[in-house]
Antibody, heavy 121, light 110 residues
Framework: QVQLQESGPGLVKPSETLSLTCTVSGGSISSYYWSWIRQSPGKGLEWIGY???????SYNPSLKGRATISIDTSRNQFSLKVMSVTAADTAIYYC???????????????WGQGTLVTVSS | QSVLTQPPSASGTPGQRVTISCSGSSANIGNNYVYWYQHFPGTAPKLLIY???QRPSGVPDRFSGSKSGTSASLAISGLRSEDEADYFCATWDDSLSGPVFGGGTKLTVL
């Protein structure tokens, strides 16, 4: 069965770039959408963006253009970069396979277990 | 503040039936399917309900979903101690052109 695993630094300094990678195992990264979602301490979940295996992307406007998602089909990985981070970007970051269903992309299955990223000097 | 509104907590005793609500608007729940996820902190969230009332294979029929207008509900019958987890709803938002989530409900089995 498909499994996802997030990896990357757990601590990022303010104004720097947060970089995370999601490795997909047990299945191909092709023919699906792949999403990044985060949960800030004490808050609900926030969709960051998604990428199709072909490379097309869509992002939440709330990140004001600071997020970039890329995909490497040869490595079965996709990645997230968030520029100019502040303490507000401190969160648990999840990656998830996303199924296109009736013109929407809300069917997240499976998810990674998440990785905590703290923004602090 | 989450786009979808859920009660922060819910509780019940073993065997009881518990319902968790999720409220939105015509731009999201009113016009789209609702999805429910179960989350044990520190683990990967799990899809519980898709298309408002459908269960993926492997999800017990004790879990059921429904939707009416701009609100949706997750019902858990025959409550068990292992159901103690966080539950959150999600749907597509036509204004955002992206998914939105509820704030999550922490279910406690007394």
């Amino acid at each position: 069965q498909v499994q996802l695993q997030e990896s990357g630094p757990g601590l990022v300094k303010p104004s720097e770039t947060l970089s995370l990678t999601c490795t997909v195992s047990g299945g191909s990264i092709s023919s699906y959408y792949w999403s990044w979602i985060r949960q800030s301490p004490g808050k609900g979940l926030e969709w960051i963006g998604y990428i199709y295996y072909s490379g097309s992307t869509s992002y939440n406007p709330s990140l004001k253009g600071r997020a970039t998602i890329s995909i490497d089909t040869s490595r079965n990985q996709f990645s997230l970069k968030v520029m100019s981070v502040t303490a507000a970007d401190t969160a648990i970051y999840y990656c998830a396979r996303t199924n296109y269903d009736f013109s929407s992309l809300v069917w997240f299955d499976p998810w990674g277990q998440g990785t905590l990223v703290t923004v602090s000097s | 503040q989450s786009v979808l509104t859920q009660p922060p907590s819910a509780s019940g005793t073993p065997g009881q039936r518990v319902t968790i609500s999720c409220s939105g608007s015509s731009a999201n729940i009113g016009n789209n399917y609702v999805y429910w996820y179960q989350h044990f902190p520190g683990t990967a969230p799990k899809l519980l309900i898709y298309r408002s009332d459908q269960r993926p294979s492997g999800v017990p029929d004790r879990f059921s979903g429904s939707k009416s207008g701009t609100s949706a509900s997750l019902a858990i019958s025959g409550l068990r101690s292992e159901d103690e987890a966080d539950y959150f709803c999600a749907t597509w938002d036509d204004s955002l052109s992206g998914p939105v989530f509820g704030g999550g409900t922490k279910l406690t089995v007394l």
